[in-house]
C-alpha cells in the first residue's frame, strides 16, 4: 500500500525517533508499505518519520545511482536501529533532495565514510561500513530518525533564502506526483 509522504512543517519530521524490537505491529507489512511509497515516489531512500511513523527505521534502493556508482546497483537494505559508529574522511558537497520537501535541492557537506551498527529486516545485528553515495543516502535517511532534515545543514543564508518555498510546502502549495500529507492544510 502507498502511504503519504509526510510533508516539511509537520512534528514528527522533528521527533528523535523510538527504537522497535522484533515484537513491533505488522512490522513487514509496514516495510513493503514503506518500498511500495519510495518507488511509487521514485526515491532511493525512505524513513518511517516520513511515513507518520516516529521510529527508528528507513530502507534504501540506491539502484538509481548505478550509473554512476556500480556498487549501488544491489544495494538495497532495511536499517532498523541504526547507530552511526563513526564518520571519517574530507567533507564533501552533494546534492540531496528529499521526498518530505520536494523541489528543493541543496548541496550538503558530509563525511565520506561511516561505520554503522544496525538490525536487518530479519533482527540480526550488523556491523558494516559504507562510503561514497551509499554513506550519504544512510546519512540522510539517519538524519531522519534523529529529527533533522537537510535544510538543517545547508548554509544558514540560503536556508533564509528558502523559507518561503519551505513555508508553501507546508501549507501544499506545491505539485508533486506523489500522495503527500501537508500539514498546514485545512
Known amino acids: 500500500m502507498v502511504l503519504p509522504i509526510i510533508a516539511y512543517g509537520d512534528p514528527i519530521l522533528r521527533k528523535m525517533s523510538e527504537e522497535i524490537d522484533e515484537s513491533y505491529p505488522d512490522l513487514k507489512e509496514f ?3 514503506m518500498y511500495e511509497t519510495m518507488y511509487d515516489s521514485s526515491g532511493v531512500g525512505l524513513a518511517a518519520p516520513q511515513v507518520g511513523r516516529s521510529i527508528r527505521l528507513f530502507i534504501i534502493d540506491g539502484e538509481k545511482y548505478g550509473e554512476e556508482d556500480e556498487s549501488l546497483l544491489n544495494f538495497k537494505e532495511v536499517f532498523i536501529n541504526p547507530i552511526i559508529i563513526e564518520e571519517t574522511g574530507q ?3 552533494f546534492n540531496e533532495g528529499c ?3 520536494p523541489g528543493i535541492r541543496e548541496d550538503v557537506r558530509r563525511k565520506p565514510q561511516i561505520t554503522l551498527e544496525y538490525y ?3 533482527f540480526v545485528l550488523k556491523e ?3 562510503d561514497g553515495v ?3 543516502i544512510i546519512q540522510h535517511e539517519y538524519d531522519h530518525i534523529e529529527g533533522v532534515l537537510f535544510t538543517d545543514r545547508i548554509n544558514p543564508l540560503r536556508r533564509r533564502l528558502l523559507k518561503g518555498k519551505l513555508h508553501n510546502i507546508a501549507k501544499g502549495n506545491i505539485e508533486v506526483d506523489y500522495k ?3 500539514p498546514l492544510l485545512k
Open 31 to 33: 516495510i513493503n508499505d
Open 128 to 130: 558494516e561500513i559504507f
Open 134 to 136: 551509499a554513506a550519504r
Open 180 to 182: 503527500m500529507k501537508f
Open 120 to 122: 536487518d529486516e530479519n
Open 91 to 93: 567533507e564533501w558537497d
Open 99 to 101: 521526498l518530505s520537501i
